[in-house]
């Protein structure tokens, strides 16, 4: 099993789910995103670390550190290793010096503490091909989708009757994979990763 390793890349709040943060993973030697929905505390117990803050009174991710370090427990690499109806499941890959063994925990509690044991974060081919967003492929089709707007202008200009755009609808059965292809080049434009995560997860359960 080839391991691919990630970097994070941002942190933004949802705009749809109050209280909810989307972490931004980016493929450190390619150009694959892969957008993850999570909560307000992981997300600032994530950017605290990330910003090198210390916090007045231990985190929970900070206890466990203190806890590992006093049990002699080292954290190798944080492994998000599966994607199943929508929900990532991960590993933190842990040893006492003698063996190996894994800690199955949220990719968000993961991701906090390995960010404190300054580990690598890892995932595997299967998540991102199901689940990653490529930039290059999304880059030329908001080109396109530009290109399309621009000859619906010179219809009007001529007195045409000009094409009808794809309104902006949140992903449905109701829009066509064109439109929806458009609708994720235009979310990663804005940078809008929670909602280009959604219109993925659209394009996914179509393409089967």
């Known amino acids: 099993m080839k391991k691919i390793q990630?970097?994070?890349?941002?942190?933004?709040?949802?705009?749809?789910?109050?209280?909810?943060?989307?972490?931004?993973?980016?493929?450190?030697?390619?150009?694959?995103?892969?957008?993850?929905?999570?909560?307000?505390?992981?997300?600032?117990?994530?950017?605290?670390?990330?910003?090198?803050?210390?916090?007045?009174?231990?985190?929970?991710?900070d206890l466990f550190k203190s806890f590992a370090e006093h049990v002699h427990v080292a954290i190798i690499e944080v492994m998000i290793s599966d994607l199943k109806e929508g929900v990532f499941y991960s590993k933190i890959v842990c040893s006492d010096g003698a063996t190996t063994?894994?800690?199955?925990?949220?990719?968000?509690?993961?991701?906090?503490?390995?960010l404190r044991f300054g580990v690598p974060i890892f995932t595997v081919e299967s998540v991102l091909s199901e689940a990653g967003i490529i930039l290059s492929d999304l880059d030329e089709n908001a080109?396109?989708?530009?290109?399309?707007?621009?000859?619906?202008?010179d219809d009007e200009d001529n007195g045409g009757t000009p094409a009808s755009a794809p309104s902006p609808r949140d992903p449905s059965g109701q829009v066509s994979l064109d439109e929806l292809t458009k609708m994720l080049a235009q979310a990663l434009e804005k940078e809008d990763y929670e909602k280009a995560a959604k219109i993925r997860d659209e394009l996914n359960k179509r393409n089967g």
Do not use: W, Y
């Not at 080109?143 to 202008?153: H, K, L, N, Y």
């Open 6 to 61: 990630l970097e994070i890349l941002g942190l933004s709040s949802s705009q749809s789910q109050s209280g909810s943060f989307a972490l931004i993973l980016g493929e450190k030697t390619g150009n694959r995103r892969l957008p993850i929905i999570i909560g307000m505390f992981e997300a600032q117990s994530i950017a605290i670390q990330i910003e090198k803050i210390s916090p007045n009174r231990p985190l929970t991710h």
């Open 101 to 114: 063994f894994e800690i199955d925990a949220r990719p968000s509690d993961a991701i906090a503490i390995g």
């Open 143 to 153: 080109e396109d989708a530009s290109d399309d707007d621009d000859e619906d202008d």
